[in-house]
């Protein structure tokens, strides 16, 4: 057993040194990558967030400039949407859905080296000309014709765009690559019906990506089009139309929103099953829920333009359909609240993330409600009452089930325990300084506070309300301080975890903490949809028949995972870091001259050629 344990460990180890860094192709290396990577950059954000509170704790601030508000905001808001919220969700996918598989690898490991490259591209795009004093100062939708050449010149909205399509590319190649594992890489017996609710919720976030980010890359081309070779797009004067922005915009935007979110239930469901130590309560509910709010998501998007003067038929039908999707998300919220209820709930940290979600995200749905309704939100719309229902859904809704989902498979990534003491300090002080910072704003928007200003004047009697919203900001942020300093103690000095510490139910507790690279030696096979738990009744079966001395994983069917072929799985590679600094060379250029797509194109298409030429390696034991 140790001599085949060896053998699979020398064959999915990556090369040592640097070459092993720029050449891994391991899914938990690169899911970790862009952990740390998005947790640095939610920092940073947090930080930008935190000084534009203290410029709006009192009336006539003047410590900050219009401009460097502008500049603040634009991007405190572009970093926390496209480089956080969505990369950091399918890190976590990335890192978890081979485990949950009991697979050795995802189905396209070069992809994800690939996508992690290209949204490093995307960071440095965004923050190196930040640190030259050239940063995008519209905020994170940068709206025509406030975005044309006309009253932007220079490069900040040019940087701002082609910050998404770096973002979106990688974005999207992780998405094709967990949809696929997903659907062609489950162990025997997992059937659809078997699928924990985690994979159901990574699955449909996954093609809600796949459906709706080409929008998004689209209208930031033809953005950039507009700038840089003066197509007309979204110029009236010239036959365009810059509502069709605001169109294609939201078309990805309020899924955007879902496809953040999505995740967040799936880390609920697994959470709130191990500490309430019974089954999901309506595991199909659930699911049934997932894809309908993927389905009406996609028809939400214009309550971001009730105030823009479409028909009134249109308005009334998008209320309706804004009103309707409350009602799958209280399904699953009724469900968690009944697993909890009917189970034997232990209130160790990840659970309290999860009881905090509850809360949070139900007064951010209320308020969604609320501004679902045309003739109201006319008269929120661009109020602070916004900022605070934002906050409320997406920090409660997917922020606090990632910090749960943190905690609750630390032990798996590290093999140590977080504290629970401080968690339980950390999770107190940021809930309460969340709700403290944001429930003002509801306040503040019906005062009349609009989003985006910088100071006002003393007569508008928003002061108080500020610095209570301010003094909640800070609370918070002592709370992130205790988190992040638990988590990096806790690497050295936490308790050894062991495989399953929590007694979890699905079946990445059946790997070592932290597990190797090949992560199961076996392929699971699966007789419930709660493998851990059952495999108390009788031993754990496995299916042998994988090679341990060349990289191959198991191919199932679409429905019902049985078993079709062993497939070679490609090893390390420098080709997809060269493909993504390529592609980021053409992706800079493009905003200078459009020329760099012609010249871009053809080292690209070596680079991919290389990449992808077909070699047939041979199977070791075929040698043999």
Known sequence: MSVEHDMLRATWSDPPGLWGFLTSVNPHRIAGRYILTAMALLI?????????????????????????????????????????????????????VPLMLGQRTMAFPRLNAFSFWLYLGGVLMLWLPHMVGVTPDLGWF?????????????????????????????????????????????????TLARMPAFLWAMLVSAVMTILALPAVMLVTSMLIADRLVSTHFFSPASGGDVLLFQHLFWFFGHPEVYIIFLPGLGFVSAIVETFSRRRLFGHVPVVLSMLAIAFLAFGLWVHHMFAVGLPKVGNALYTAASMAIALPAGIQIFCFIATIAL?????????????????????????????????LDLQLTDSYFVVAHLHYVLIGGAMFPLFGAFTYWYPKATGRMMSDGWGIVSCALIVAGFNIAFFPMHILGLMGMPRRIYTYGPEMGWGDL??????????????????????????????????????????????????????????????????????????????????????????????????????????????????????????????????????????????????????RPRRKEAKA
């Open 466 to 615: 500020n610095l209570v919203a301010t003094g909640g900001t800070v609370i918070a942020s002592a709370g992130a301080t205790i988190f992040v300093a638990n988590a990096f103690l806790s690497y050295w000095r936490g308790k050894h975890a062991g495989a399953d510490p929590w007694g979890g139910s699905t079946l990445e507790w059946a790997s070592s903490s932290p597990p190797p690279a090949y992560g199961f030696a076996y392929v699971p096979v699966v007789t419930s949809a709660a493998p851990m738990w059952d495999a108390v009744l009788e031993p754990f079966p496995v299916l042998r028949g994988l090679s341990s001395q060349c990289r191959e994983v198991l191919v199932t069917s679409l429905l019902d995972a049985r078993p079709q072929y062993r497939q070679l799985s490609p090893g390390p590679s420098i080709w997809p870091l060269i493909a993504a600094l390529v592609t980021s060379a053409l992706f800079v250029g493009s905003i200078f001259t459009p020329w760099a797509l012609i010249w871009g194109a053809l080292p690209l298409a070596v680079a991919l050629t290389i990449w992808f030429w077909p070699t």
């Open 343 to 375: 189970g034997r709930p232990s209130f160790r940290t990840p659970l309290l993330w999860i009881v905090a979600f509850i809360l949070t995200f139900v007064i951010g749905g209320l308020s969604g409600v609320m501004t679902a309704s045309a003739p």
């Open 44 to 96: 940073l954000s947090g930080l930008l967030a935190l000084d534009m509170r203290v410029q709006l704790s009192q009336p006539q601030m003047h410590r900050m400039t219009a401009q460097l508000y502008n500049e603040s905001f634009a991007l405190h808001g572009s970093t926390m949407l496209f480089l956080v919220s969505v990369p950091v969700m399918e890190a976590m996918a990335m890192w978890l």
């Open 142 to 190: 940068e709206y025509p014709p406030l975005s044309g050449l006309s009253y932007s010149p220079g490069h900040r909205a040019d940087i701002w765009a082609q910050m998404i399509t770096f973002t979106e590319v990688a974005a999207l190649s992780v998405s094709v690559n967990v949809a696929v594992t997903i659907l062609k890489m489950r162990p025997p017996g997992m």
